[in-house]
């Protein structure tokens, strides 16, 4: 019951915001906050609970849906080792997400709702085990993200969010092509049968039916060159959306690439997994070099994450259990430090209302705590030991370097162009001359934003100096798929 109410709270929660009377539309925010501290407490409760040594899934909730023909559609959801440390991260940035929102003031029922709607949404895809239940929550997320892109965003809202929305749709055609190729095979949906079928029949070999799943997936991961939405949807979004999209969003396409793909047909990605670590120390190069050559803090960020998402695919291409806890290490970290660095830029643009970098300089003089934010974020974006990066970034290597020495070699090289873009952003962002058209800027100054702030970089720091914590949950699970794996 607990799964379903982490699904259903936020979209009950959302549809009591949309009937707040008029004058009482500036309390939406209360609403939205009460539901996220709800879900962040009871995901919370959820992962103390989870017994990582227990085999199968766990919370599992089973309901026969829909009968169509010999399908048997279910309200089927469970979490295990993979699946739980995303919810708890949805959640987190949820919450997150809400308190960096407290100062919209346009149409406040709409913005909240939708944020909790995409919330919903999210936590269904991760904990969802019928394909066809996964499949409606993937595609639920798409109509709140156009929404609170194209409305509350800025810039070239509208283009972004139509960018965003015909990119995911487009992967999705091809994720849906490989899933009813699969189901109509095995005769189920339910991803638990699915994991032990032996697909002999298929309608399109198997290899093709990976590659379409694998694309559907990457386009969400985004790996290049497949992630030209990314930085359009980054630029023009608010702030927390680009906290939800960076942190929860892009983990759906690794989640998916680890529970459709290497999971229901292993000995194909046997046949992938060299492409799979290819393609993964590529994007983390043209990520590093591209993001070298922007000039807007949002987009560089955005980059960045193209990278940082090559190493979750270089991991997973492996196939060992390192490399398949590094690569969901790496989603939680990136999930967290990239929603911190875009909470502090997001503080600053309130205050300068540019994010160009030629025009910025000095800041840190002027918002010291918000320059001591940022620095912190790149600090843990660029890996630096004892914080959640370096150790996802360590486990990566350590599980590829046995089979794809080349391909963790090219990717330390985008590790250091990190350090290299991430340091040159914060001298001329935070550092240098003092320009004295921001004298008048002010700092932090609402608990909501010292919350947040404190929040996530205090998880930073746990996950970095204490990774059991995660790594007790997550490994047991990748354990038992990578011996799968060998069979």
């Known amino acids: 019951m607990e799964l379903s109410i982490l699904i259903f709270l936020p979209a009950i929660a959302a549809a009591v915001i949309l009937l707040l009377p008029q004058r009482f539309e500036q309390n939406a925010k209360w609403v939205a906050l009460v539901t996220a501290a709800a879900m962040f407490a009871l995901s919370i409760q959820l992962f103390f609970r989870f017994d990582p040594d227990a085999s199968g899934y766990q919370f599992v909730e089973r309901r026969s849906w829909v009968d169509i023909g010999a399908f048997n559609l279910q309200y089927f959801v469970g979490v295990d080792g993979l699946s739980l440390p995303l919810v708890v991260l949805t959640t987190c940035l949820t919450l997150a997400s809400v308190l960096v929102s407290f100062s919209i003031t346009h149409r406040p029922r709409a913005y909240f709702a939708c944020l909790l709607i995409l919330a919903s949404s999210v936590v269904g895809v991760f904990v969802s085990l019928d394909l066809m239940l996964f499949f409606l929550f993937w595609e639920l997320e798409l109509f709140p993200m156009y929404l609170l892109i194209s409305i509350w965003g800025s810039g070239r809202r509208e283009y972004s969010a139509t960018k965003f929305v015909l990119y995911t ?27 032990g079928a032996e697909f002999r029949d298929t309608l399109l070999p198997l290899g093709w039916v990976f590659f379409l799943l694998f694309v559907g997936f990457a386009v969400k991961l985004p790996i290049v060159p497949l992630h030209t939405w990314l930085p359009d949807a980054h630029s023009d979004a608010p702030t927390a959306v680009s906290v939800m999209l960076a942190g929860v969003l892009l983990k759906m396409g690794g989640y998916g690439i680890i529970r459709l793909c290497v999971t229901l047909m292993p000995e194909v990605a046997h046949d992938w997994d060299a492409w799979m670590a290819g393609i993964g120390a590529f994007s983390v190069l043209y990520g590093g070099f591209i993001t070298l050559r922007q000039t807007d803090v949002k987009r560089l960020i955005a980059y960045s994450s193209v990278s940082h998402m090559g190493l979750v695919l270089l991991g997973i291409g492996a196939l060992g259990s390192t490399g398949l806890t590094g690569a969901t290490y790496q989603m939680l970290a990136h999930g967290l430090i990239t929603g911190l660095m875009f909470v502090m830029i997001g503080l600053m643009y309130e205050r300068t209302h540019t994010r160009d970098i030629a025009r910025l300089g000095g800041l840190a003089r002027q918002m010291p705590l918000i320059a001591t934010g940022m620095v912190f974020a790149g600090m843990a974006s660029l890996g630096l030991p004892a914080l959640a990066g370096f ?76 990774p059991a914590l995660i790594m007790n949950v997550v490994e047991p699970a990748m354990t038992t798929l990578a011996e799968r794996l060998q069979v």
């Open 391 to 466: 150790v996802a970034e360590v486990t990566v290597f350590l599980g590829a370097f046995q089979r794809f020495e080349w391909a963790v070699l090219a990717s330390i090289i985008g590790v250091v162009l990190s350090a290299g873009y991430i340091l040159w952003m914060l001298q001329r962002v935070m550092f240098g001359p003092v320009r004295h058209e921001w004298d008048e800027l002010h700092d932090q100054r609402h608990w909501w934003e010292h919350t947040v702030v404190g929040g996530l970089a205090a998880l930073v720091i746990l996950l970095g100096v204490y």
């Open 169 to 195: 749709i487009a992967g999705s055609a091809f994720m849906l092509i490989g899933i009813l190729v699969l189901a109509f095979d095995a005769r189920t949906f339910d991803i638990e049968q699915l994991a």
